[in-house]
């Protein structure tokens, strides 16, 4: 059974920065994916970021284009934690952000879809006031 936990958010200024954490426990092992999505009160949920990793750790990666470049997923294997160290953040950056996993490797624009990933966290509210 694969759990999420997400942790990290909080209320910060624009141009600040937030460390968000995702602990997973479980074994996704040997190819999996990863995703950051966030979503704005009913609206659908955006990808945000993504990278799927096939057991010869080859890997695909995933940015929304609006935060290339202000945004990295990375990961902790000792710690089974997964990253996303938002950098420069904008009033639009302001949701709930999720974390999410699936036994499967995606590739590109796939690592957006939440439709094809099957484990989720439950959330943490990023607030960017201007």
């Known amino acids: 059974q694969v759990q999420l936990v997400e942790s990290g958010g909080g209320s910060v200024q624009a141009g600040g920065t937030l460390r968000l954490s995702c602990v997973v426990s479980?074994?996704?092992?040997?190819?999996?994916?990863m995703g950051w999505f966030r979503q704005i009160s009913e609206k659908d949920r955006e990808g945000v970021a993504g990278?799927?990793?096939?057991?010869?750790?080859?890997?695909?990666?995933y940015y929304l284009d609006s935060v290339k470049g202000r945004f990295t997923i990375s990961r902790d294997n000792a710690k089974n934690t997964w990253y996303l160290q938002m950098d420069n953040l904008k009033p639009e950056d302001t949701a709930m952000y999720y974390c999410?996993?699936?036994?499967?490797?995606?590739?590109?624009?796939?690592?957006?879809?939440?439709?094809?990933?099957?484990?989720w966290g439950q959330g943490t509210q990023v607030t960017v006031s201007s």
């Open positions: 999410a996993a699936v036994r499967r490797v995606l590739i590109g624009k796939q690592l957006a879809d939440p439709i094809r990933y099957a484990h």
């Open positions: 990278i799927g990793i096939n057991y010869s750790y080859n890997r695909s990666t």
């Open positions: 479980g074994d996704l092992s040997p190819s999996y994916s």
